[in-house]
């Protein structure tokens, strides 16, 4: 079964510093990696996603990831953060089931807080 | 329009109380789900309907069944309810294939005194 880890539970940064948020999975044949951000008192939203294809993935609000095979890892970056980035984190893989059928794997979560 | 919605918002209740959540999405989405999210921000599935059929139910106590009316909807309903139980309840809903993203709810708050 796929697995995710997410080593920061939480990363303060200050306003338009850069910052990077780290997951790695365990190894498979083929993996479909998730970023989703949850901001306070909602649900999840996609950042991003990797399926196959250019390593690097552009998502929404200026965050993008490269997925590592070598390192088993899809770290999220942005170059400059915004106090509106602050919220929570999740990394998360696609676990082939069987019979057709899947669910999500998901990280831990990390906290961002963007500091003024 | 709201894709996935979930009522109530917030639901404080006394032990022992029976409770429900309902779920409906307007999505098309043939796959539902319920995930668990504790107090720690830690995201758990508990459940996942395809077409009405149970194709996911992971280690949840018995007090828990979902029920899926349609495809359309997903309702979670909680018997004897007991202070473990209070945590943020999350709908979602998704196309039935391996790499698509999942689209969630805005959650329901359990809080169980």
């Known amino acids: 079964a796929q697995s995710v880890t997410q080593l920061d539970s939480q990363v303060p940064v200050f306003e338009e510093a850069p910052v990077e948020l780290r997951c790695n999975y365990s190894?498979?044949?083929?993996?479909?990696l998730f970023w989703y951000v949850q901001y306070p008192n909602q649900g999840l939203q996609l950042l991003l996603k990797?399926?196959?294809?250019?390593?690097l993935v552009k998502g929404i609000n200026g965050f993008e990831a490269e997925f590592n095979k070598s390192q088993t890892s899809f770290h999220l970056r942005k170059p400059s953060v915004h106090i509106s980035d602050t919220a929570e984190y999740f990394c998360?893989?696609?676990?082939?089931?069987?019979?057709?059928?899947?669910?999500?794997?998901f990280g831990t979560g990390t906290r961002l807080k963007v500091l003024a | 329009d709201t894709a996935v919605s979930q009522t109530p918002k917030y639901l404080v209740t006394q032990m022992g109380n029976d409770k429900s959540i309902k779920c409906e999405q307007n999505l098309g989405h043939d796959t539902m789900y319920w995930y668990k999210q504790d107090s720690k921000k830690f995201l758990k599935i508990m459940f996942s309907?395809?077409?009405?059929?149970?194709?996911i139910n992971e280690t949840v106590p018995n007090r828990f069944s979902p029920k899926s009316p349609d495809k359309a909807h997903l309702n979670l309903h909680i018997n004897s309810l007991e202070l473990g139980d209070s945590a943020v309840y999350f709908c979602?809903?998704?196309?039935?294939?391996?790499?698509?993203?999942?689209?969630f709810g805005p959650g329901t708050r359990l809080t169980v005194l």
């Open positions: 990797y399926l196959s294809g250019s390593t």
């Open positions: 309907y395809n077409n009405k059929e149970l194709i």
């Open positions: 190894s498979s044949v083929s993996v479909y």
């Open positions: 998360a893989v696609s676990d082939q089931l069987g019979r057709g059928t899947y669910k999500y794997i």
């Open positions: 979602a809903s998704s196309p039935r294939t391996i790499y698509n993203e999942q689209f």
